[in-house]
């Protein structure tokens, strides 16, 4: 069984593509990108003024089950997952029971299965229980599937056990996902601490409780020096500096932005706006400026969604209560062409490598690309549609985002999971 | 009408809830404008003024009062906000009158009701009332409400006085500054703060005294009351009106020998508390 893509501009920044182009599809594979003349074919899809590219990676998704299925489940979020054009996502570990043990992951692996629109890659949590305070059998759950480790939601309080964690596992060749926040700074906090929450009379988070945890792991990170870091969901500009530091140092260090963290600021937060509540918080201009600064620079590793959908019951409270989290799968793609290729900060070509090969290629996955041979997973795109965000329109069971009504530039149009188109608009 | 805050009012609002709170006071005319409304006090906070000064306000207007009491209600039960605010405003009362610890309390809860929401103290974020009484009083000594000289002394960060007065600042053309420990004033935000205690109270028609709210943590960000008394608080008179909007810690931020200098205008802030809640009772109804 042979599909054809035919007339889109196919943009693979893996193979450094970018012309228009077919895609034969055969079977599950991908079996040439280029000229299709004279192969016989069953299928065809006709993509012109559209572009056709790798399937999107997310290295940050909260699925929410097994425990939290009110807010998402594997089906509702993998289905949201290629909605917003990922055919690869990474779990993170909160769950209940959380993924620090290998039935957990085979839970996941075959709920996601069933569901089958996706690949999803659990990550496992650094300490069990995520408590802060015992190893988990890295080597196992590796094993099992594990892609990385992480205790997202939260941070390693202890150096001593993050330490002790990455000179255990500096042989396999894996990633620890870090949340960095120091709870001294920014417990009980509900924005970003600048000119809003001063104006709200709210409690905020300042830039250090982020800043102060990187600088704490990459001193770390020095002296195991085999380790690699990932820094989850990168909001403040001191961050940022760190960061370029260590890896002018030569030290194994990646980074992920959100699309609201590229995109927003804490002026979204003004009437309280609970939706606009997020960790880390949505930060000031300055901030804002320089993360998009990174994005100039060729800094940033991954454009990550920190997707984390919650039932509204959470949301419609006083924002002290709120929960914390953007639904973000579905807008991902939207509000990075929006935000960083229509305002010209970076191009579209480098957009789509930070979606797909980039960070594929952190977590070590098969991933993003659309090399002859590989799945095929495929998302085209109408990078010039104009849409309103509907969050009714969801797949995702959390209708929590601040981008709600907002007008956004550039469309998933359709999104192919190994053969098979598995969302159309 | 609500009452969330000065930042939702303009200046003509403002000065015709001072006028109305001026004629209250000097006519005692009091047209029974609330007559048989249902006000429901809704405090999540201990209080004694603000409490018992809205609840006279609105006796005088000819108001019924309602004091919810939160520590009987079914929020202990489990229930939540929005159906707790949506049962109380099946009940069709005429306003309520909210103090919580969470800033933006009032705003919550005005959208969920057709009732009028009055702030009466919303976390760290307004105290609306306070500052139209403070204003009411400096009104009555100078007369002139424009252009005056202001100074705010204690723990700005956590005060919600003062962010209310930080409107008023900006509708009269106040000079308005601030002062205290570091530690209680915010960073990066563009305020004019005094270089010591003796610039902060000279040349200034009124000095406000915040309280050390020890139940917002205030107590963290210094070492002691007493020190906090021996470097910012005011142990003689000085030359400017002194307010505080209560309760005073008496010889923290104020000490009693000065407590009762004539001028100290803390026990006819207190009186002018009354006609002010009468005017935002009269205003928010009528319009």
Redesign the interface.
């Known amino acids: 069984m042979r599909t054809i893509i035919h007339s889109g501009l196919v943009i693979d920044p893996a193979n450094n593509i970018q012309k228009i182009a077919d895609v034969v599809i055969n079977n599950d594979k991908i079996e040439l990108v280029g000229n299709a003349n004279g192969i016989s074919i069953d299928n065809e899809i006709d993509a012109s003024g559209l572009v056709v590219c790798p399937g999107f990676v997310d290295l940050h998704t909260h699925l929410r089950e097994p425990g939290f299925t009110k807010k998402e489940t594997i089906q509702t979020g993998s289905l949201a997952a290629v909605a917003g054009g990922f055919t690869s996502i990474c779990c993170m570990p909160n769950t209940n029971p959380p993924i620090d043990s290998e039935l957990v992951v085979s839970y996941i692996k075959n709920k996601a299965l069933e569901a089958g629109f996706c690949d999803v890659y659990p990550i496992g949590a650094i300490t069990k229980n995520q408590e802060g305070k015992q190893l988990c059998n890295y080597l196992s759950l590796k094993d099992a599937g594990c892609v990385a480790f992480s205790d997202d939601g939260k941070p390693v309080f202890d150096p001593n056990l993050l330490y002790t964690a990455l000179v255990y596992t500096k042989d396999i060749g894996t990633v620890f996902a870090l949340h960095e926040e120091e709870l001294a700074f920014s417990k009980d906090g509900v924005i970003n601490d ?2 809003v929450a ?5 409690k905020g988070i300042p830039n250090i409780s982020e800043s102060i945890m990187i600088a704490r792991d990459i001193e770390i990170l020095r002296s195991v020096s085999q380790a690699r870091l990932h820094i989850c969901h990168v909001s403040a500009k001191e961050s940022i500096e760190l960061i370029k530091k260590a890896k002018k140092e030569g030290l194994h260090i990646t980074f992920e932005v959100t699309p609201h963290h590229l995109a927003l600021t804490e002026d979204e937060v003004y ?2 706006n609970t939706y606009a509540k997020v960790n880390p918080p949505l930060r000031s201009k300055e901030d804002l400026d320089m993360i998009k600064n990174a994005f100039k620079q060729d800094l940033v590793d991954a454009i990550a969604t920190d997707h984390a959908p919650h039932e509204l ?1 959470t949301k ?6 709120a929960s914390f989290g953007i639904s973000g799968l579905e807008t991902a793609f939207g509000v990075v062409n929006t935000y960083l290729v229509k305002q010209n900060i970076i191009s579209l070509q480098k957009a789509i490598e930070l979606l797909t090969i980039k960070p594929a290629k952190v977590f070590g996955l098969d991933a993003g690309t659309l090399s002859e041979g590989s799945f095929a997973n495929i998302v085209l795109l109408d990078v010039n549609k104009q849409w309103v965000v509907d969050t009714n329109e969801f797949k995702s069971k959390g209708k929590n985002t601040p981008f709600n009504n907002k007008t956004l530039v550039g469309s998933v149009e359709q999104t192919i999971y190994k053969g098979k188109i598995v969302y159309r608009r | 009408m609500h009452c969330l805050g000065l ?1 939702y009012f303009n200046k003509n609002q403002v000065e015709s809830i001072l006028e109305k709170a001026v004629y209250f006071k000097s006519t005692k005319n009091y047209t029974k404008s609330l007559q048989d409304a249902i006000v429901v006090n809704m405090f999540f906070e201990n209080s004694t003024r603000t409490k018992t000064s809205f609840e006279i306000a609105a006796l005088k207007l000819g108001a019924r009062v309602v004091n919810f009491d939160y520590t009987k209600s079914s929020l202990q039960k489990g229930e ?3 159906d707790t605010i949506t049962n109380l405003n099946a009940m069709h009362p005429d306003f309520f009158v909210t103090r ?1 610890a ?4 009032a ?2 809860i005005s959208q969920f009701t057709q009732a009028n929401v009055i702030n009466a103290g ?5 105290h609306p009332s306070q500052a139209l009484l403070d204003l009411m009083t400096m009104y009555e000594h100078k007369k002139d409400i424009e252009n005056l000289k202001v100074c705010i002394i204690g723990d700005i ?1 956590n005060s ?1 006085v003062a ?1 209310s007065h930080m409107y008023l600042a900006k509708m009269f053309n106040w000079d308005l500054s601030f002062y205290g420990p570091s530690t209680f004033l ?1 960073q ?2 563009d305020i004019k703060i005094e270089k010591d205690l003796k610039q902060a109270i000279s040349n200034k028609d009124f000095v406000i005294l915040l309280r050390i709210q020890l139940e917002r943590k205030s107590g963290v960000n210094i070492p002691s009351l007493g020190e906090y008394n021996k470097f910012f608080g005011i142990k003689e008179p000085i030359g400017a009106y002194i307010m505080h909007p209560g309760p005073v810690n008496r010889d923290v931020e104020l000490d009693s020998t000065v407590y009762i200098d004539r001028n100290v205008l803390i026990t006819k802030q207190v009186e002018n508390g009354v006609f002010v809640r009468m005017a935002i009772f009269d205003f928010c109804i009528s319009n």
């Open positions: 600048g000119k001063f104006e709200l009379g709210l009437n309280y019951d419609n409270v006083p924002i002290q209560e | 930042k939540n906000w929005i919580h969470y800033s933006g309390f705003y919550y919303d976390g760290t974020n307004e960060i919600r962010r915010p990066n935000i």
